[in-house]
Nanobody, 119 residues
Framework: QVQLVESGGGLVQPGGSLRLSCVASGISFSTRIMRWYRQAPGQQRELVAT???????NYVDSAKGRFTISRDNAKNTVYLQMNSLKPEDTAVYYC?????????????WGQGTQVTVSS
């Protein structure tokens, strides 16, 4: 059974930092591209950051220079370090992995962790 469990969310003031973690089980973590998405109230879920199996990251423009995605394959964990947080970063943040293999797609999500940026 595949599980993705996020943690690390909370309430932070503008300009503050948080580090999100996502621990994966039931998958071959080191072979997976891992992603962080977020969904703000009334908005569509958006991709924030991706890290491939070599550790190369990619970010949405709004996250560049402020967020850092990383992974620890020994711990089956992907992280999202978020600095210089803004109120518009307020959202539920989700960990995700999906892939297509032999024509079959799988798609796994965590339960989400709430990030609130407010003074």
């Amino acid at each position: 059974q595949v599980q993705l469990v996020e943690s690390g969310g909370g309430l932070v003031q503008p300009g503050g930092s948080l580090r999100l973690s996502c621990v994966a089980s039931g998958i071959s973590f080191s072979t997976r591209i891992m992603r962080w998405y977020r969904q703000a109230p009334g908005q569509q879920r958006e991709l924030v950051a991706t890290i491939d199996i070599s550790g190369a990251p990619n970010y949405v423009d709004s996250a560049k220079g402020r967020f850092t995605i990383s992974r620890d394959n020994a711990k089956n964990t992907v992280y999202l370090q978020m600095n210089s947080l803004k109120p518009e970063d307020t959202a539920v943040y989700y960990c995700n992995t999906w892939r297509i293999r032999s024509g079959v797609r799988d798609d796994y999500w965590g339960q989400g962790t709430q990030v609130t940026v407010s003074s």
